[in-house]
T-cell receptor, first 114, second 112 residues
Framework: NAGVTQTPKFQVLKTGQSMTLQCAQD?????MSWYRQDPGMGLRLIHY???????DQGEVPNGYNVSRSTTEDFPLRLLSAAPSQTSVYFC?????????????FGSGTQLSVL | GQNIDQPTEMTATEGAIVQINCTYQTSGFNGLFWYQQHAGEAPTFLSY????GLEEKGRFSSFLSRSKGYSYLLLKELQMKDSASYLCAVRDLGEYGNKLVFGAGTILRVKS
């Protein structure tokens, strides 16, 4: 039972570098999403997808890109890392595309941008 | 847009009852969730309310009043392992479907 798998668990970047956070789920969930979590601000939605080929922006999309070419994978790309993107990132999925039901979260990625 | 408010921190004693409140303002309300998050871990689902009233699940109960934009999570017979952050999340209608928007969370400390 893998569930939602996120890689890497930890990452340190220099300002201006790009990278991709990987997220994969094996539950055949239609709905997938990316959140960032910062102290005192809770979880903020970056991007979400209700199925392959469909993505939409959340509250804080600037500086991030996503794509959904398959049901299983939903990678998050940082185009040019900035210190403000230092955060813990969570990928989450849900079985319903029409009405998101309970989310299943990955274990998180702790990202530091120097 | 959405606005979700929860107390920042609460402290309670082992064996006691604690109520964590959540108020929200949202344009397309379509359900409310509570999640538990232990330090350094991912959030896990606790409860879901879409209609007014109380949902009970063991030691945990959740209440919703849609007309008041108000929910609470009730934890009974507190245990030390209940020390965690409790996140209120509102399901809101977006252009392509529903999305889940979280409050900042309430840190609960259970003392012996």
């Amino acid at each position: 039972n893998a569930g939602v798998t996120q890689t890497p668990k930890f990452q340190v970047l220099k300002t201006g570098q790009s990278m991709t956070l990987q997220c994969a789920q094996d539950m055949n969930h239609e709905y997938m999403s990316w959140y960032r979590q910062d102290p005192g601000m809770g979880l903020r939605l970056i991007h979400y997808s209700v199925g392959a080929g469909i993505t939409d922006q959340g509250e804080v999309p600037n500086g991030y890109n996503v794509s959904r070419s398959t049901t299983e994978d939903f990678p998050l790309r940082l185009l040019s890392a900035a210190p403000s993107q230092t955060s813990v990132y969570f990928c989450a999925s849900s079985y319903s595309r029409v009405g998101v039901e309970k989310l299943f979260f990955g274990s998180g990625t702790q990202l530091s941008v120097l | 847009g959405q606005n979700i408010d929860q107390p920042t921190e609460m402290t309670a004693t082992e064996g006691a009852i604690v109520q964590i409140n959540c108020t929200y303002q949202t344009s397309g309300f379509n359900g409310l969730f509570w999640y538990q998050q232990h330090a350094g871990e991912a959030p896990t689902f606790l409860s879901y309310n879409v209609l007014d009233g109380l949902e009970e699940k063991g030691r945990f109960s959740s209440f919703l009043s849609r007309s008041k934009g108000y929910s609470y999570l009730l934890l009974k017979e507190l245990q030390m392992k209940d020390s965690a952050s409790y996140l209120c999340a509102v399901r809101d209608l977006g252009e392509y479907g529903n999305k889940l928007v979280f409050g900042a969370g309430t840190i609960l400390r259970v003392k012996s």
